[in-house]
């Protein structure tokens, strides 16, 4: 893993699907290896849909954690062209 | 006088001036206030034919006017494309060297379609998203091929018309059918979502429908490159599939007016307050349809239904209308599945879209759209559309109250069109 990775917070709240799986791509697109994207989503299918997208692609899903009213996903780019 | 500035000749542009026209008539009439729309093109086109020319063969011809000729009595339209926006100064800039100062400016700049944002997307793929000609290509391709891999892509989101790539599978389906040749062509569908369409209760009509008429449906694919001497489409995540012939969605981005005056996000879109469709922290300024961040369909029917809010709220704080309005988001996209059945993409800020089944009747309503946007551009069939799209609107919680600058009042607003 690189040293120089970076943590990126994108804020979909409030943004119902495609919304916080789009930003999440649009993040994955300019991120590098080794790099961490916390996706913040009120909406129920962005832990499904962020789960699903991981074990297709073999990026890590490092966990979702429930907070007050938002779920607080993270993933880490271990797979990226 | 009190000046409005549209920026943007499109549908919302086009659309939001005619009402200004109309419910302002008088005071514009007695020099009170001025309409202007700043646009960069004569001809206007309706954009949702661009899928009938690249998979039906209708002439680019058919779904374009002029601009000239859709404008109401009291809008002056400048040809002379906006350049800068200054929000400290209150102008717009055009390229031939205008200033054109506002009190009031509506954003319709739309959103652009660009191939040249991945790499090899521009040489390697045919798109239906950059006009009329550009769709014919696709058509033109369509009668020479014979056989082989058809893949259509979405290179990008969010992108116009988001049932148009959905769309673009059913017409090559039926257009391979009615030919006879549908058995030695394969049709793949490659998108960046996690099913056939983002929204699930609509994907739970078109997935069976993609199985039956054995569409290939590659989820989680976001495109990375395509090597056109290759004939292949590459993902981010790594997949990589051959393709005879590529028809893609390409990425889009805000306009260049947008992006030079620096009132964009990193991606050219204005940010925008969803209900007042206000310009965030911008005094007297709005923004319509596909220009900005709300995330909701970036389609004409929206542009619509803000450019009725944004007229209203206008209008209001000129005091001569009561109270601001908010747009509720509601969407409402037409998808044709081919075989003459069509299904509505309908859902508001609140209420997602519900189950329902492909008709005949919503594809001929689909149909009928073309044939009425030009007197809909108008302010014509406002009343038609209210009954149709029901509740898309109500009245503010006013977060802050815009300062008032009052318009000397006339007898009556005026609603007939007069062009």
Redesign the interface.
């Known amino acids: 893993m690189s040293t120089t990775e970076q943590r990126k917070v994108i804020d979909s709240r409030g ?5 916080p ?2 930003d999440l ?1 649009k993040a ?2 300019s991120a590098q290896l080794g790099d961490v994207i916390e996706l913040l989503a009120t909406d129920p ?1 962005a832990k ?2 962020v789960t ?2 991981t074990q ?4 890590e899903l490092v966990g979702i954690v429930d907070e007050q009213g938002y779920a607080r996903i993270t993933v880490r780019v271990t ?3 | 006088m009190k000046r409005v500035v549209i920026v943007g000749s499109g549908d919302g542009g086009t659309f939001t001036a005619n009402l200004l026209a109309s419910k302002l008539r008088k005071e514009i009439k007695g020099g009170l206030v001025s309409v202007q729309l700043v646009g960069e093109h004569l001809l206007h086109p309706f954009q949702p034919g661009n899928l009938d020319i690249a998979f039906k063969g209708a002439v680019p011809d058919k779904y374009v006017r002029a601009e000239t000729d859709l404008i109401r009595k009291g809008v002056e339209f400048i040809k002379d494309p906006a350049v800068k926006i200054d929000f400290s100064a209150r102008s717009v800039a055009t390229k031939s060297g205008r200033t054109l100062p506002y009190d009031y400016l509506v954003i319709a700049t739309g959103a652009v379609a660009d191939p040249s944002k991945i790499q090899g997307l521009a040489e390697g793929a045919l798109n239906f998203h950059t006009g009329g000609a550009d769709s014919r290509r696709v058509w033109e391709a369509l009668q020479s091929f014979e056989g082989g891999t058809i893949v259509v892509a979405i290179a990008g989101t969010p992108h116009k018309c988001p049932p148009s790539p959905n769309e673009a599978a059913f017409m090559l389906d039926e257009f391979f059918q009615k030919r006879g040749t549908r058995g030695k062509v394969k049709i793949r569908f490659l998108t960046p979502y996690p099913r056939p369409y983002p929204a699930e209760k609509v994907s739970h009509v078109v997935e069976p429908m993609f199985q039956k008429k054995g569409i290939d449906v590659v989820t989680f694919f976001n495109v990375d490159s395509v090597d056109p001497a290759k004939h292949k489409i590459y993902s981010l995540e790594g997949e990589a599939f051959d393709y005879d012939l590529l028809i893609a969605v390409p990425p889009h981005h805000g306009a260049d007016v947008i992006v030079n005056s620096g009132i964009g996000d990193q991606d050219g879109y204005v940010p925008t307050d969803k209900g007042t469709m206000r310009v965030v922290g911008q005094e007297g300024a709005y923004c319509i349809g596909d220009a900005t961040t709300i995330p909701v369909s970036k389609s004409g029917v929206v542009a619509h239904l803000q450019s009725v809010v944004v007229a209203h709220n206008i209008i209001a704080e000129m005091n001569r209308a009561k109270g601001l309005l908010e747009y509720n988001g509601r969407i409402n996209c037409p998808m044709e599945v081919g075989n003459h059945k069509g299904i509505f993409v309908s859902a508001t800020y609140t209420s997602p879209p519900v189950d329902q089944s492909p008709s005949t009747v919503k594809y001929y309503m689909k149909r009928s759209f073309a044939m009425i946007y030009w007197r809909a551009l108008g302010g014509g069939l406002e009343r038609v559309f209210d009954v149709f799209f029901g509740q898309t609107r109500f009245p503010a919680t006013e977060k802050e109250e815009p300062e008032k600058t009052a318009v000397a009042p006339v007898a009556s607003q005026g609603g007939k069109r007069e062009a």
Do not use: E, Q, V
């Open positions: 943004s119902f699907c495609p919304g799986i789009t791509f994955y697109r299918a499904a849909d699903a997208w297709k692609s073999g990026n797979k990226k062209r």
